[in-house]
């Protein structure tokens, strides 16, 4: 069998670029697998990266979720969907556990892979808090199975019957791990967010108070008990701990602009589906800023600049529910 999708061929269809191999129809036209895939492809990657926290690691298990689904027999299947969500989730939960042993020698803060999004992304509420930085982090003290069972259910409204089959539980156990995650979410979840032009009115004077360190522009945008999580995956320098606080972290971005040698270009966009700071350092991508926003104060800042976490920072990422 052809491998469609090999990281070494041109047409891929798990980056949705192309169609081939043993599925294609007569006159070349893509195969019933072939279409199944690509229609729901974007739903099966935004399932394993909020279970994975990794686009990576998402795109890896989207190969390996077609290369089931091409051997499967289709007169077989009678929800493809279902099918292929039940497929993506059971590889996403080996590789979730996989992550955790790496997590555990990771050095610094692990924060979940940036994505760049569209602003159709930020009009779907439930689906870009779900993606965003804290959410996914919240997400990140769940155990996979409940994670699992969190992400198909409270995202994606999956039935408890499917889910108990993806996951390899009974129905009945599956509600009760629901209940369970729902709460641990719920004692954990960020405030609410304020209004969308609150929250870029807070995002462009945060970006002006860093740009011209200007201290207590930043005092004033910065919430009390504001937290910065850094993560340079120790290939590039970042803070190894969470710093809390309006004034540590205001004084932290002042001074670590005014060592910068390079110049600083500090770019708005759409990160997770919410407000975000992209850093340039002489045209180069350095990082990314995510940025939390709660009643016109940000709350939570998330700079990622481990490079091999900023590989889809060059193009839109689609997700979908």
Known sequence: MTVIGSRDQGADVTSGNGSGGDHCGRGGGAGPATEDFLTHRNLLFTVAYEMLGSAADAEDVLQETWLRWAGVDL???RDRRAY?????????????????????????????????????????????????????????????TERAVFVLREVFDVGYDEIAEAVGKSPSAVRQ???????????RRPRGDGSPQRTRDAL??????VETGDLQGLLDVLAPDVVLLGDGGGIKQAVLRPVVGADKVARL??????????????????????????????????????VRVDDGLVT???????????????RETVLRR
């Not at 939960?93 to 020698?105: H, I, V």
């Not at 791990?177 to 004692?187: L, N, S, T």
């Not at 462009?204 to 108070?209: T, V």
């Open 84 to 144: 292929l969500v039940r497929i993506t989730t059971r590889l996403a939960l080996t590789r979730l556990r996989t992550l955790g042993r790496r997590k555990e020698s990771y050095v610094g803060s692990w924060l979940p892979e940036p994505l760049l999004t569209s602003p159709d992304v930020a009009e779907d509420v439930e689906l870009a808090d779900s993606v965003s930085m804290a959410m996914m982090l919240v997400m990140e003290t769940l155990a996979p």
């Open 75 to 77: 007169g077989e299947v």
């Open 177 to 187: 791990i629901a209940h369970r995650a729902r709460a641990h979410v719920a004692a």
């Open 300 to 314: 939570g800042l998330y700079a990622v600049r481990n490079p091999e976490k900023l590989s889809h920072m060059d």
């Open 204 to 209: 462009d004077a945060f970006r002006r108070a």
């Open 253 to 290: 971005l002042q001074g670590g602009l005014r060592k910068a040698t390079a110049e600083v270009r500090l770019r708005p966009a759409l990160v997770n589906g919410g407000p975000a700071l992209v850093l340039h350092l002489d045209g180069v991508l350095d990082g990314v800023l995510a």
